[in-house]
């Protein structure tokens, strides 16, 4: 399997923060092969972190959000301080319920008892809000 550099992956993502970008869609489709493909590894964390922590176009689409996607990723290649960086996270995220709750499923699909932990808090903390 190929492994994929920082700077592709940076490159690809800041294609996919315009969706008027020439090269947008072709951004989006390498991202999802490379999802498709188990192609994100630890290598790109730090890249993949970074790109969790700004805007898209496409944040308020609840299926398949870039930031949906990237927390996928995430959820795959997560390691002992994931599930940290998502509690530091969270609270910095656009209050929209598209975005946070790629955060969750994220939460929900390490399954660590720390992960359910702060998946519990986050959404009574989301219940309190109501």
């Known amino acids: ?3 994929i550099k ?10 996919l923060q315009d969706d008027e970008h020439p090269e947008y869609e072709e951004a989006r489709s390498r991202l999802m092969a490379w999802l498709d493909e188990g192609m994100i590894d630890s290598a790109v964390q730090f890249e993949l972190r970074e790109a969790l922590t700004v ?8 299926f398949s959000s870039t930031r949906l996607l990237l927390f996928e990723a995430l959820a795959e290649i997560s390691d002992e ?13 656009p209050d929209y319920p598209e975005v946070r709750m790629g955060a969750l499923q994220c939460l929900a ?16 903390r989301a219940g309190d809000d109501i």
């Open 81 to 93: 301080t994931t599930v940290d960086f998502i509690a530091d996270l969270y609270p910095k995220m």
């Open 6 to 15: 920082g700077d592709d992956f940076k490159d690809v993502v800041s294609k």
């Open 109 to 124: 699909m390490i399954g660590s008892p720390e992960a359910i932990n702060l998946l519990m808090e986050l959404l009574i």
């Open 55 to 62: 805007s898209y176009p496409d944040d308020d689409d609840f």
């Open 1 to 3: 399997m190929t492994r």
